[in-house]
């Protein structure tokens, strides 16, 4: 049967999150009911609640950075049981059928993911209703296959952001980095700071690249080897060439070929950060990636299954969370003002009931 619950809605585009009484579908097969205890707050939420990119739907619980206890199991569940500490994410289901989702790479599903709370103006990442899904709820309902089970070592308010800015930040510095490989991170905030911990764990040199050279000091503490100010010209210039990979976490588009400068010949760009729709594209001269070999604006989104059961996994090894401020959830109209303005005293809100 269905559930009721309780939930912050957005109820049209810019309008300010309303407590409310929500009602869920009723279970399915596979799936499990999560009584969330907190959530993340992600530069995401604040685009969908503003539709930044011309694709949410009506009214709208956001909210994918959730962690939570499994308070209800549906026919033809496995491995979790009642009472198991779970995080969901940006993604609640997949074919299932296609090479990607058979190795665990549903993020990249053929046929289109489906986001927590994505709908049909999401086209193919939204062809399941789920504008109402989100973690900005007291409880969700979600395929088990993406209620990840978080390992004992890991706990309190600083592991939800594990569940985006985590998975985010995984993702490419799996593909893309190896002991030795030189990494610069753009942007040092909710994403960035997870980079610069995945990226020294995994045993990449690490340049924190940011317009804030107040931070110099706690990036360097979270793995850290040199800093970059991207706002001082001849900071920018001493670093040029001197990178393999380059990853930029920030939500606009910035000036791609004065950070591409920064890499060494056969060098890669990786954009994880989504500017709004109309900010989205870019223009590069093909003449030097021809001749340097440099791959531009790879894109990557979060993990699939796999990785993220991974990511958990390095995160209990070496004890990596999140900096995180966190708020009652009465508060979350104030701090995504607040993210939006770049007001945040830490690099996460979480906020919890």
Known sequence: MSMKTQAYVCKEKGAKLELQEIELPALKAGEVTVKIDACGLCHTDCHMCNNDWGVANYPLVAGHEGVGKVTELGPEVNGLAIGDVVGVGWLRGSCGSCRQCSIGKENLCTAGYQGTYLASNAGCWGKDAQNMGGCFAQHVRISAKFAFKIPAGLSGNSVPPLMCAGTTLYEPIADYVTP?????????????????????AVGGVVTAISRHAGKEAALKAMGASSFVDSTNAESMKAAAGSLDVLIDTTPVALDLEAYAALLGFGGAFVKVGLPPGDASTFTFNYIPLVFTGKKIACGSIVCGSS?????????????????????????????????LKEEAKHYRYVLEW
Do not use: P, Q, S, Y
């Open 307 to 339: 990785r993220t059961n991974d990511m958990l996994a390095l995160c209990a090894a070496r004890d990596l969370t999140a900096d995180v401020e966190v708020v009652k959830f009465a508060e979350i109209n104030d701090v995504m003002e607040k993210l």
């Open 180 to 200: 030795g490989t030189r990494i610069g991170i753009i942007g040092c905030g909710g994403l960035g700071h997870m980079g610069i911990k995945f990226a020294a």
